[in-house]
């Protein structure tokens, strides 16, 4: 496994957006021409008794508006996106850095992980996450519609991780990019720590990403608001 040399402090900035909504057919106002009519009742004429249209702000009885609400804007603040591009290499070389050799690797099907902990060594001791217990840590268990617990779907099958055959939780993104969630401990460990989880993504043939761009990977993270997190990458290596 090799780690990436560089990591990613999630930004503690926090951009408020407003919740804006808009109104349609929302008028209640009835000219009296529309309610001074005959009805017909029991094969009888009778007329509707004439009434004021009131102004839209108010309600009275007697009126049906429908009012249609369109939520245009509402950025979550408890994830972090990453997207990019990625190879490999094997190299034979000096203490100078200088190259012998070197053989190209071909990393597609292999995953690239994000863990909080720069110095992760447990590869062969990976299991299914516990999404209940990864909300606890990352969101304190809060009840909100953009918790783990509703983003990260049940396994589609068994997936390799590193040498580990795991049924783990997985999301696709909108572009289509294949993300899974997994452990280095016990999936029943009330133990576990953020520096515990490993967020991967699955390294594929160049495809459109979400800015109508080629990449290889699309990779979701959450965000602990209070005590942002900082993410170390690793990349798989056959």
């Given at each position: 496994m090799k780690k990436v040399d560089f990591n990613t402090v999630l930004s503690t900035a926090i951009l408020a957006l407003s919740l804006l909504f808009t109104a349609g057919a929302a008028s209640a106002a009835i000219g009296d021409n529309d309610l001074d009519r005959s009805l017909l009742i029991n094969?009888?004429?009778e007329t509707q008794a004439l009434r004021t249209g009131e102004n839209s702000s108010q309600s009275t009885g007697g009126y049906i508006t429908q009012i249609d609400l369109y939520s245009q804007t509402n950025?979550?603040?408890n994830w972090q996106g990453y997207f990019g591009n990625v190879s490999g290499e094997i190299t034979l070389s000096g203490n100078n850095s200088n190259e012998m050799y070197n053989w190209t690797v071909?990393?597609?099907n292999r995953s690239i992980y994000a863990i909080a902990n720069s110095d992760f060594t447990a590869w062969d001791t990976l299991f299914p996450a516990n999404i209940t217990?990864?909300?606890a840590i990352w969101f304190g268990?809060?009840?909100?519609?953009?918790?783990?617990?509703n983003t990260y779907k049940t396994g589609i099958g068994n997936r390799t991780f590193v040498d580990t055959s795991i049924n783990a939780s997985h999301?696709?993104?909108?572009?289509g990019f294949l993300d899974h969630?997994?452990?280095s401990t016990a999936t029943d460990d009330t133990n576990l720590t953020n520096a515990q989880v490993l967020w991967a993504a699955v390294v594929v043939d160049p495809k459109l990403n979400y800015k109508n761009e080629s990449s290889n990977y699309e990779l979701l993270v959450p965000v602990n608001r209070t005590s942002p997190n900082i993410y170390y990458f690793y990349m798989e290596l056959p």
């Open positions: 094969g009888t004429n950025q979550t603040q071909n990393v597609t217990n990864i909300d268990s809060e009840v909100m519609p953009d918790t783990v617990k999301v696709y993104t909108t572009s969630v997994i452990q």
